[in-house]
């Protein structure tokens, strides 16, 4: 009798297990896949090249600059105080300042002060930063003219702006305007530059 019983269950065993076989090799007809992701900002640097610029003896004629030591070169200014830039003599850097921009894509590279002393004029600076010196007072002009860099507004970033390469050397040249009307007095500043997204 238990030979017979064997029998039986073994034919049940096989009977049954190819349908478990059958069940796990059948093919749906869809499938989903689940799938995450996290889009952050492209990685910026800015580096400079020196971390000071000393304008040294400047004055409101040009008589101040030695070709030998000067760091800056005069520029005469004149008949444009209807646009807001007083007579003068704006003093020019001889070499730029330098900022290496690294970065993937295009940027906007800023300056604005976030410290002075005797650099205001009533409102406006007589700070600017540019991309080239000038050939003529004229340029010089060309040149001061919307290229002032501001006190940096609390929460506010209120600055000159200059569209950047990515990843290239930019120069700048820093250049401060002397007034005939000026008394003699000494200035500082701190300029801070910022490059941000297009």
Same mark, same amino acid.
């Given at each position: 009798?238990?030979?017979?019983?064997?029998?039986?269950?073994?034919?049940?065993?096989?009977?049954?297990?190819?349908?478990?076989?059958?069940?796990?090799?059948?093919?749906?007809?869809?499938?989903?896949?689940?799938m995450t992701g996290e889009v952050?900002?492209?990685?910026?640097?800015?580096?400079?090249?020196?971390?000071?610029?000393?304008?040294? $003896?400047?004055?409101?004629? @040009?008589? %101040? /600059?030695?070709?030998?030591?000067? +760091?800056? &070169? #005069?520029?005469?200014?004149? !008949?444009?105080?209807?646009?807001?830039?007083?007579?003068?003599?704006?003093?020019?850097?001889?070499?730029?300042?330098?900022?290496?921009?690294?970065?993937?894509?295009?940027?906007?590279?800023?300056?604005?002060?976030?410290?002075?002393?005797?650099?205001?004029?009533g409102t406006k600076s007589r700070?600017?930063?540019?991309?080239? $010196?000038?050939?003529?007072? @004229?340029? %010089? /002009?060309?040149?001061?003219?919307? +290229?002032? &860099? #501001?006190?940096?507004?609390? !929460?506010i970033y209120t600055a000159t702006?200059?569209?950047?390469?990515?990843?290239?050397?930019?120069?700048?040249?820093?250049?401060?305007?002397?007034?005939?009307?000026?008394?003699?007095?000494?200035?500082?500043?701190?300029?801070?530059?910022?490059?941000?997204?297009?």
């Amino acid at each position: 009798m238990r030979p017979r019983i064997a029998r039986i269950l073994a034919i049940a065993v096989c009977l049954i297990a190819p349908l478990g076989w059958m069940s796990h090799a059948r093919a749906d007809t869809t499938g989903n896949v689940s799938m995450t992701g996290e889009v952050v900002a492209s990685p910026m640097s800015l580096t400079l090249d020196r971390n000071s610029f000393l304008f040294g $003896t400047i004055d409101a004629t @040009g008589a %101040a /600059y030695d070709p030998a030591t000067s +760091t800056v &070169a #005069p520029y005469a200014v004149s !008949g444009q105080t209807a646009n807001g830039i007083p007579d003068g003599i704006a003093w020019f850097a001889r070499q730029p300042l330098i900022i290496t921009i690294t970065s993937p894509v295009r940027v906007r590279l800023s300056a604005c002060m976030t410290a002075q002393s005797n650099v205001l004029d009533g409102t406006k600076s007589r700070l600017n930063i540019t991309y080239s $010196t000038p050939a003529s007072g @004229g340029q %010089a /002009y060309e040149h001061l003219l919307g +290229t002032s &860099a #501001p006190v940096c507004a609390p !929460g506010i970033y209120t600055a000159t702006a200059f569209d950047a390469g990515a990843n290239q050397a930019h120069d700048v040249y820093p250049v401060y305007l002397v007034r005939a009307t000026d008394t003699p007095n000494t200035f500082s500043m701190t300029v801070q530059f910022t490059i941000s997204s297009l």
